[in-house]
């Protein structure tokens, strides 16, 4: 390296590359690798993208070896602690925590668009009432594109606007919708008095017949894992909206996609995974068993809920989902159930483990939502759902971000090329 602000490639005394670096303002620089091809003919090589950043972004920060997570610089601890999800919503979308008459306004935003449009209800029709809710959120939010299309103008901020505050709204409604339907109970309409959180339980857990009751311990222990889920920097979900939206898509489609990718068990569908397998493993005597089988390298099993490809130390949000999962226990003294036993006895043996000390996977913040979705009462197939109605928040302010970077171009990979060399295709005899 000759200058600090610049990288330098050299092939013995020739330099073939002068790299920029670029300084954020926190976290570790970046070489700038754009001039590498024209200047070199070589392109960089990053299968899982583990030391390649896609974009600027002025929205979270996480430093991964500290288990340090900001929003807009806030610290996840303290916005966990005092604030609600609609004003970490406001937060991400707008820079800045809002004022007591800007949450008003936006709070009557988002409730005013929690109704979908009566048509929507028709997808649901389509659907086997045993298909998977994910599969069914896929194809009922990919359909809001359809109603919100043509009056739609992507490069206006306000058109912007309105459709992070419409997804918002109607996310938390399809998520319970998908439910009713695979119950074969009738859909429940928003009430408007609620808050976001009373809202979408009662959608949920209501009937026409049998009212809903909050418990302000449950609501708040969903208002947190909503904000806990709510962005989580260039993700794999959150990049596949970018690279979807870079193309200049509609935004209700692009949101899709990003519910497509997060339902993959690596990501957010590894709340539903760690039921599956703590109910799989059964009693605490099994457990042993199956810590050797996560060991074991010719065995795929993996101990769902530990791990995560950016905390190598801890995830504050586990720390804060594991003092919710308590609180919430307690609440309905559950803490004695066999599943919840069972749960607490896995961590405690994984986190004396050396295998798992030595790798660092620790419990991830799956692992204790899973266990308090689990105890609110939300069924197993719903629970990535309920991490997609938090991170969609995350992903149209990514979306908004990136359509507004005047940097912004269509995300196009290159490749290493392995397959056959040019040759020509076999002439047959006539
Ligand atoms: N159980 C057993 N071994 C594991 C686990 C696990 N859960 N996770 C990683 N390892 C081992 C892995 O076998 C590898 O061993 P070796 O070095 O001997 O080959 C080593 O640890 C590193 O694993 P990796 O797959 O290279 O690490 P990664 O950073 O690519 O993967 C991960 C991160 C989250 C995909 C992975 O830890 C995993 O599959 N965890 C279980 C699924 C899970 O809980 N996912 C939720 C993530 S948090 C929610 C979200 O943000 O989406």
Redesign the pocket.
């Known amino acids: 390296m000759t200058n600090p602000q610049i990288l330098s490639l050299n092939d013995q005394d020739k330099t073939l590359c002068e790299l920029p670096i670029l300084t954020g303002s926190t976290g570790p620089d970046v070489v700038d690798v754009q001039a590498l091809y024209k200047n070199t003919g070589m392109f960089t090589y990053d299968p899982?993208f583990n030391s390649t950043a896609s974009c600027r972004s002025s929205i979270t920060f996480i430093d991964g070896d500290l288990g340090v997570l900001l929003y807009r610089g806030y610290p996840i601890e303290q916005l966990a602690e005092h604030c609600t999800f609609l004003e970490v919503c406001h937060l991400l979308l707008n820079g800045e925590l809002p004022n007591e008459e800007e949450l008003k306004e936006f709070t009557h935003h988002v409730t005013m668009h929690t109704m979908v449009h009566d048509q929507l209800t028709n997808f649901f029709k389509g659907f086997r009432r045993d298909a998977h809710p994910m599969a069914i959120m896929v194809g009922v939010v990919g359909a809001l594109s359809a109603f919100y299309h043509d009056t739609l103008d992507i490069r206006t901020k306000k058109d912007r606007e309105i459709s992070a505050i419409r997804l918002i709204a109607k996310v938390p409604t399809i998520v319970a919708m998908c439910h009713k339907y695979s119950v074969g109970m009738p859909f429940m309409y928003p009430q408007n008095k609620l808050s976001y959180v009373e809202n979408f339980l009662r959608m949920m857990l209501a009937t026409p017949c049998d009212d809903f009751v909050p418990n302000p311990v449950l609501v708040r222990a969903l208002d947190r894992i909503l904000i806990l889920h709510a962005d989580?920097e260039q993700?794999a979900s959150t990049s596949t909206v970018r690279l979807a939206g870079s193309s200049g898509a509609n935004p209700f489609a692009c949101i899709t996609a990003g519910i497509a990718c997060l339902w993959g068990?690596?990501?957010?569908g590894?709340n539903e995974a760690v039921l599956t397998m703590l109910e799989k493993i059964g009693d605490v005597s099994r457990i042993p068993e199956f810590i050797a089988k996560?060991k074991d390298k010719n065995d795929p099993f993996?101990?769902?809920?530990?791990?995560?490809?950016v905390y190598k130390n801890y995830d504050p949000r586990a720390t804060l989902m594991r003092e919710t999962c308590h609180e919430v226990l307690n609440e309905l003294d559950l803490h004695d159930l066999k599943l919840f036993k069972l749960a607490l006895e896995l961590e405690r043996i994984a986190l004396e483990d050396d295998y798992f000390i030595q790798?660092k996977?620790y419990p991830?913040?799956?692992f204790y939502s899973g266990i308090v979705l689990h105890a609110l009462g939300i069924p197993t197939n719903m629970f990535t759902a309920m991490f997609a109605m938090g991170r969609t928040v995350g992903w149209i302010a990514h979306w908004d971000e990136m359509i507004a970077d005047p940097e912004q171009k269509i995300g196009r990979p290159r490749q290493l090329y392995t397959g056959a060399k040019p040759r020509d295709v076999p002439i047959k005899a006539k």
């Open positions: 899982g989580h993700n068990a690596a990501h957010g590894a996560a993996r101990l769902m809920g530990f791990g995560h490809r790798k996977l991830n913040v799956d």
